[in-house]
């Protein structure tokens, strides 16, 4: 659709996420997780809570140390195959949620680094594969992060890139929090 927008990531130990999505004339996406509830609100659909292993995917992402955490995260993580991704060595391992389907992760051979990671997601319109690709990675307070990320399902694309990282600015618990729904108004 070639639509360009911005995104704001706002994350805070030890459980909570937001994103919030700018989509020029499409509007404001938001989806987030306030440490017990996964949410998203978008023109489309509006305000929706998330359950069952959608929920449980939310709470996994919003997960800070998601990194360091992963064998606490999966009841199962199993190396499945050391396969050449985009010209570089990988090993592929298999996560296994306690709830939902199993994801795969690929890290590269060399840096130890995450370049890939295979979900199944719930969205809006059903069940759907997606590919996000965790691609220049650059040092930040001595993090690495990854500064393009790449998203791939087969309802639409996106390429995000990261300008501007800040850790630890002070972030209100509210942020997070589910909005309150609109009233609906009567038909007249």
Do not use: C, H
């Not at 306030?34 to 509006?46: F, Q």
């Not at 991704?85 to 709830?99: K, T």
């Not at 890939?116 to 993090?143: I, P, S």
């Amino acid at each position: 659709m070639n639509v360009t927008g911005t995104i704001e990531v706002f994350e805070k130990a030890p459980n909570k996420a937001l994103a919030v999505i700018d989509l020029s004339y499409l509007g404001i996406y938001r989806q987030g997780f306030d440490g017990a509830t996964g949410w998203t609100e978008d023109p489309e659909n509006g305000l929706r809570e998330v359950e069952g292993a959608a929920r449980a995917a939310a709470e996994r992402d919003a997960d800070f140390y998601w990194p360091l955490r992963l064998a606490r995260l999966y009841a199962q993580l199993i190396v499945r195959a050391r396969l050449v991704l985009d010209g570089r060595e990988a090993w592929v391992v298999e996560a296994v949620p306690a709830e939902g389907a199993a994801e795969k992760l690929f890290f590269d051979v060399e840096s130890g680094l995450l370049v890939r990671k295979d979900t199944e997601r719930e969205l809006a319109e059903g069940k759907v594969q997606v590919e996000n690709y965790f691609e220049d990675y650059r040092e930040f307070d001595g993090l690495r992060l990854p500064t393009t990320i790449r998203e791939w399902n087969p309802l639409y694309s996106y390429t995000m890139k990261i300008t501007a990282v800040e850790q630890n600015p002070p972030i209100e618990d509210s942020r997070f929090r589910k909005p309150e729904a609109e009233p609906q108004k009567p038909n007249p």
